[in-house]
């Protein structure tokens, strides 16, 4: 939490402490509703207020309950993204044999490497996006992902091309 205020806050500071007080209390409840979870909430609010605080002007705020929603909506999407990328893995992962069964150390860095990559599709349509893993990781024709998406042929490779464009722009 901001300290108490004070005479000898900076106007930053100031500014940060009039929009916890302002709005923590809104944003926290709003979160609950959607995560159904008051820990999941306060955990995301904090991250939220954490985001705001690192911006450069926080007097240039002028719908701060707006902002707090976006940046909030943000978190919970990135969230639910995540959670659906390891519950994939995961069920990837009861059709193994137990002997292929990654160790937890192994699934971190499997989880991270998946992480990176949706970071890098992140500007990708949802089209795009599903093409290029279509394409990549289940290794089907443009013709099956083609029919899949209820796009052409052409569309497909230039979905796949957008991909490995994001991915190459990565490659140091």
Request: proline share 0%; with cysteine.
């Given at each position: 939490m901001f300290p108490t205020r004070s005479a000898n806050q900076d106007p930053r500071q100031q500014a940060l402490h009039r929009l916890f007080g302002e709005h923590h209390s809104w944003l926290l409840e709003r979160l609950r509703l959607r995560l159904h979870?008051?820990?999941?909430a306060a955990d995301m609010a904090a991250e939220t207020f954490a985001q705001v605080v690192a911006l450069p002007d926080p007097h240039a705020i002028r719908e701060p309950r707006a902002l707090l929603s976006l940046i909030g909506k943000r978190l919970m999407f990135a969230r639910w993204r995540r959670n659906d990328i390891e519950r994939?893995?995961?069920d990837a992962l009861t059709s193994l044999p137990e002997p292929t069964v990654p160790s937890p150390e192994e699934h971190w860095v499997v989880?991270?490497?998946l992480m990176a990559v949706d970071q890098l599709l992140d500007?990708?349509?949802s089209k795009a996006r599903a093409a290029f893993l279509y394409s990549q990781i289940d290794g089907l024709t443009y013709a099956r992902i083609a029919d899949e998406l209820?796009?052409?042929?052409?569309r497909v490779h230039q979905y796949v091309v957008q991909g490995l464009t994001a991915c190459y722009?990565?490659?140091p």
């Open positions: 979870c008051r820990e999941d994939a893995y995961l989880m991270e490497a500007g990708l349509s209820g796009v052409s042929v052409t722009r990565a490659v």
